[in-house]
């Protein structure tokens, strides 16, 4: 089977219930992040990997998502007339070219699991990348580049991991791992996976971050799964049953996560990214500011 990865599911119909009252109207992947959506930062690092397909899978009520990635005609035509090319590159530089885009809908919240099964019609049968834009990581290489160079060596299924504080592991798919010695290539051999394991039961602390590329076999689990912690269909429960049929890896990605679905994880992004910007120097004194006088 080819290793190529040339399609991306984004599942993007969650509510953002962490996040309201202000994504009560605004989809969370909408919020900024400096002066760019979250779900940008996703696409941009999937196509920067060479994925040439994007797949939003969504909900009733999200449409400015979709009105984001369309072409806004009047727009690009005043700021054409008005000479503000930087800013008609940034509106027509969000799609590269060569990149197509496609929408789904998920009609029921019912769990990660399902919103990846409903493109199941869109992937067909090869492998292909799933990105949760919650999960915005700062990288110098994108988090989903390295994993695409691992997984010409290895192939099968593989998952960005990182280690969580051992009383977090009730919020994450957790690691059965092999041998785990900090491999220098970053692999992890994955044994077993457990959704949202209670501390006490959990196999490890090594847990699944919002980035996967899977192979096409994990739609057959799907259709079979039973809803499963939460009530919902996890991708998780689906994954574990391809572990004993095909290679199966976690991966210690080069990078910093930033849960962009917490209030206080998205508060760090946007100062992180904004230190990185070279159009905005003033930021540290600006901080270091606010800091002293709230001292």
């Given at each position: ?11 993007v119909a969650g509510l953002g219930t962490r996040l309201l009252p202000a994504t009560k109207s605004i989809p969370k992947e909408m919020l900024p992040i400096v002066d760019r959506p979250i779900i940008e930062y996703a696409v941009a690092e999937a196509t920067t990997a060479g994925i040439t397909h994007l797949i939003f899978v969504n909900s009733r009520g999200k449409s400015a998502l979709e009105d ?228």
């Amino acid at each position: 089977m080819s290793h190529t990865i040339r399609k991306a599911i984004f599942p993007v119909a969650g509510l953002g219930t962490r996040l309201l009252p202000a994504t009560k109207s605004i989809p969370k992947e909408m919020l900024p992040i400096v002066d760019r959506p979250i779900i940008e930062y996703a696409v941009a690092e999937a196509t920067t990997a060479g994925i040439t397909h994007l797949i939003f899978v969504n909900s009733r009520g999200k449409s400015a998502l979709e009105d984001h990635f369309d072409r806004h005609v009047e727009l690009e035509e005043a700021l054409m007339q008005k000479g503000k090319t930087a800013e008609l590159h940034r509106l027509t530089d969000i799609i590269p070219t060569g990149v197509c885009w496609s929408v789904v809908r998920q009609s029921e919240a019912l769990g990660l699991g399902h919103a990846v099964w409903c493109a199941r019609h869109l992937i067909g049968n090869e492998p292909f990348a799933v990105l949760l834009p919650d999960d915005v990581i700062m990288a110098d290489t994108p988090c989903l580049q390295q994993m695409m160079d691992r997984h010409r060596e290895v192939g099968g299924n593989l998952v960005a991991v990182e280690n969580v504080p051992a009383n977090q592991t009730n919020r994450y798919g957790i690691l059965d791992a092999g041998a785990d010695d900090e491999r220098p290539d970053g692999l992890v051999e994955v044994h077993g996976l457990v959704e949202k394991p209670r501390p006490e039961y959990a196999p490890s602390t090594l847990s699944i971050i919002g980035r996967y590329i899977l192979q096409p076999n994990v739609f057959d689990a799907l259709e079979s799964s039973k809803k499963g912690v939460g009530g919902e269909i996890q991708l998780t429960d689906a994954m574990a049953a391809l572990i004993d049929h095909q290679p199966f890896h976690g991966y210690r990605f080069d990078g910093v996560r930033y849960d962009c679905g917490d209030r206080l994880g998205w508060l760090k992004a946007n100062v992180a990214f904004a230190l990185r910007r070279s159009d905005l120097l003033d930021v540290r004194a600006a901080l270091q500011d606010i800091l002293s006088q709230s001292s």
